[in-house]
């Protein structure tokens, strides 16, 4: 397995049932990279990140996490994979009784026997990342708007320093104004923290304007991973309907001229 690769996923299989969701599918991701994952509803994006991640088990095939198979690990070395993987849900996730702040300290306090001062600063400079208001770590999630709630699912997934951080559609229910935002922010994060980041979504914007390779699900496996440029070219039916229809062309219209500072981050970006 090369250096460059952080995950490698070969030959998986899941099921539910009857229904196979993924059958023989390949992926790696890079060291650095922030890769975006598309694919029709329903086909398998999100189970293919909790499968990652390891709230699912394989039914077939692997997952590596630096080398290691994460299939058969003690659950001591699962914990420190997962010390090193930080998730945020669609919905933020947020434990509704809990505020911002608890909510970011909650990893923090499982994960580590630090006095609760520290646990309380490591928190609330994670919120501070995010672009979230001082204010809003004593606020509880129902009290945020649906763009916070997303910064604080971030900032706890951020708690505990995580190599590579899986993101399952974070702009959804965005505006625009605030899904470039969010967008802006995972690059800027990538950047300053040296993270990979690994981008369910089906938000075009977010392809063109952040991410340096894209990876699309269809017919169970991974059609193709690579440059969006090279993606959009793919002769796959699903990726024609996506990349030839106006919502592609408005993305293609807009995208921003890659900053140097991203380029620097992750070798294969060439966009
Ligand atoms: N826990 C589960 N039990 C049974 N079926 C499941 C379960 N989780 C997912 N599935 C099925 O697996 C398939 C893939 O689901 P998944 O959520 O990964 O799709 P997706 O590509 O993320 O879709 P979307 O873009 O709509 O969020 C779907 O048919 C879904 O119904």
């Known amino acids: 397995m090369s250096p460059d690769v952080l995950i490698e996923v070969r030959g998986l299989r899941s099921v539910f049932g009857t229904q196979v969701v993924h059958d023989a599918l390949d992926l790696d991701v890079r060291r650095g990279e922030i890769l975006g994952v598309i694919g029709g509803s329903g086909a398998g994006k999100s189970v293919l990140l909790r499968s990652i991640v390891g709230l699912k088990d394989p039914d077939g095939g692997s997952v590596r996490f630096l080398g290691k198979d994460t299939t058969h690990l003690r659950a001591e070395d699962r914990r420190a994979i997962d010390r090193r993987i930080g998730v945020m849900f669609q919905d933020g996730a947020l434990f509704s009784s809990l505020t911002v702040l608890e909510n970011v300290e909650l990893p923090l306090i499982e994960s580590h026997h630090l006095p609760p001062d520290l646990v309380k600063d490591i928190a609330l400079l994670k919120i501070a ?143």
């Open 129 to 271: 990342l995010t672009g979230l208001p001082p204010d809003a770590a004593a606020k509880y999630p129902a009290q945020l708007s649906g763009g916070m709630r997303k910064r604080a699912g971030l900032a706890r997934a951020l708690a505990l320093d995580p190599e590579i951080l899986f993101l399952d559609e974070p702009t959804s229910g965005l505006d625009p104004v605030g899904a470039a935002a969010f967008d802006e922010l995972i690059s800027t994060l990538r950047n300053a923290l040296n993270l990979t980041v690994f981008l369910v979504t089906h938000d075009l914007d977010s392809l063109y304007s952040i991410c340096d390779r894209v990876a699309v699900l269809s017919d169970r496996h991974v059609v193709v991973a690579d440059r969006v440029g090279a993606v959009e070219n793919h002769p796959d039916p699903w990726i024609q309907a996506c990349f030839r229809g106006p919502r592609a062309r408005g993305a293609r219209a807009h995208r921003p001229v890659p900053p140097t500072a991203t380029a620097g981050a992750f070798d294969g970006n060439s966009r």
